[in-house]
Structure formats: C-alpha cells, structure tokens
C-alpha cells in the first residue's frame, strides 16, 4: 500500500507548483505530525493516482477523487503535538476509505523493544453524501 500523501504549502499556506508532480503541485507523504495537529487541519488528502496515460487510468483516478475524498482534522494543539510525536511512531495510517473506515497502528517509543506495545486506533465510520 502507497503511502498517501497532500499539497506541500509554502509559508503562506499557499500549493507550490511544480510540474513534475502529476497535479501540477509539489506533495510530499503524509506523516503524523500532518495527522494529528491543529497546523494541518482541513488539508486534503490526496488519493494515489494512477500514472499511465490511458484512458481507463484517467477514469479511474477520476472516480476515486470523488469517492475518497478526505481531509485532516489535526485535534492536538503544537505541546501536544510535540509530546505525541515523542511517545508514539506512526506504522500504519488507513484515512477514510470509501465506506468511512478510518484507523491508525501506532508504536510506542518508549517500551523495551522486547516488550513494544502497540495501539490501535479506530476512528468511528462517517457516512457522507456522495454528490
């Protein structure tokens, strides 16, 4: 599975261009610190485009903008963050999917390798009116 990723934004919150990205806009892979904090709310999550230049291709990455359309809801203000970030390690990271599933493995740091505990977080399903 691809990581996902979103827009890289300037110091203006502002999409840096550049061509050599399909979208025409620089993106870079999701990370935690996107995933939890306030700073990234509302970002949009990009779906992984498929980079043929086939017409079924385009179709597909067509439809799948519409039906897994996703944003970051960042809850965790920057101390939180930066504690959050210390304590656990992102392993996997499911956002939405089409149905509203979303989950989230994390590891924590701070265990003994022998004894590593592991979280894992589920998000309650979210339908949404698909337009």
Known sequence: NIPRKIYELDSKNDKIKDKSYP???KEIEITLEHIVSQNYKGQEVLINLKQDNTWQSDL???LDKKTNFDKLNGEFGEIQTKNFLNKYDLLKHCPN???GFSATLFKD???????????LSI????YR???
């Open 97 to 99: 999917t089409e149905s």
């Open 60 to 62: 597909l990455n067509s």
């Open 23 to 25: 979208r025409g806009y």
């Open 123 to 126: 998000r309650g399903t979210e």
């Open 109 to 119: 740091t701070k265990a003994d390798s022998k004894d590593s505990e592991y979280i």
């Open 129 to 131: 009116k698909v337009a």
